[in-house]
């Protein structure tokens, strides 16, 4: 058994319809029904489920005031606004509910740090970085930064007078989703991504 399973998810971000791509679904569709004849009928689970993805860019019931549209002075919570969050570029506004969602997730937690250390002010060095801005920047082609599915996101910070690696053992111990060890960078990084695992890395 391979210690390196492949998950679909990631055969289709880089899907582009090329020959070589178009050959291997086609030997991998052939495998799965050799497997299972029955796997790949309409009337399956998985199918009623992938039908439903157009769907899904329909209107969203917001779950606070935080919406795409809001101003940048308009504050996520209580000290945390959203333009810290997109550093008051419109190319980085978000445009998607479920973004907004995640990143009040994220702000409500950088609160409870916040709350933590005093109340001292929190210091966002990277938000929400759309496709054109992560690209610019060298990001990974899969950063949580990009908050391009329902849940994913992170913010990179730091708490002005109060050292850095005394913040990030904090979070390691309170935060149960993902975890870049930036402190020798000078920044801790608070994200979360597809099937919310707990995670950790070195920068």
Avoid at 63 to 78: A, E, G, N, V, Y
Avoid at 99 to 119: I, K
Avoid at 156 to 181: H, N, P, R
Wanted: aromatic residues 12%; glycine residues 8%.
């Amino acid at each position: 058994m391979t210690q390196n399973p492949l998950r679909l998810l990631d055969l289709f971000r880089y899907y582009k319809e090329l020959p070589h791509q178009m050959a291997a679904i086609k030997e991998l569709e052939e495998t799965i029904l050799k497997k299972s004849p029955g796997v790949l009928n309409r009337d399956q689970g998985w199918f009623k489920t992938w039908s439903q993805a157009g769907k899904q860019d329909e209107p969203r019931t917001p779950k606070s005031l935080f919406t795409p549209d809001k101003p940048w002075d308009f504050k996520i919570t209580p000290h945390i606004s959203y333009g810290e969050l997109s550093f008051c570029e419109e190319e980085r506004r978000f445009v998607k509910q479920q973004q907004c969602d995640t990143a009040l997730r994220l702000c409500q937690y950088l609160e409870q740090v916040r709350m933590h250390f005093g109340n001292k002010p929190i210091v966002i060095t990277s938000g929400y970085r759309p496709p054109a801005v992560n690209r610019r920047i060298g990001g990974s082609t899969q950063s949580e930064h990009l908050y391009n599915m329902d849940g994913i996101g992170a913010i990179d910070f730091y708490i002005a007078g109060v050292d850095i690696y005394k913040v990030q053992e904090y979070v390691d111990k309170t935060w149960d989703y993902s975890l870049g060890y930036g402190a020798p960078k000078g920044f801790v990084h608070v994200g979360m991504r597809l099937g919310k695992p707990r995670i950790r890395w070195n920068y």
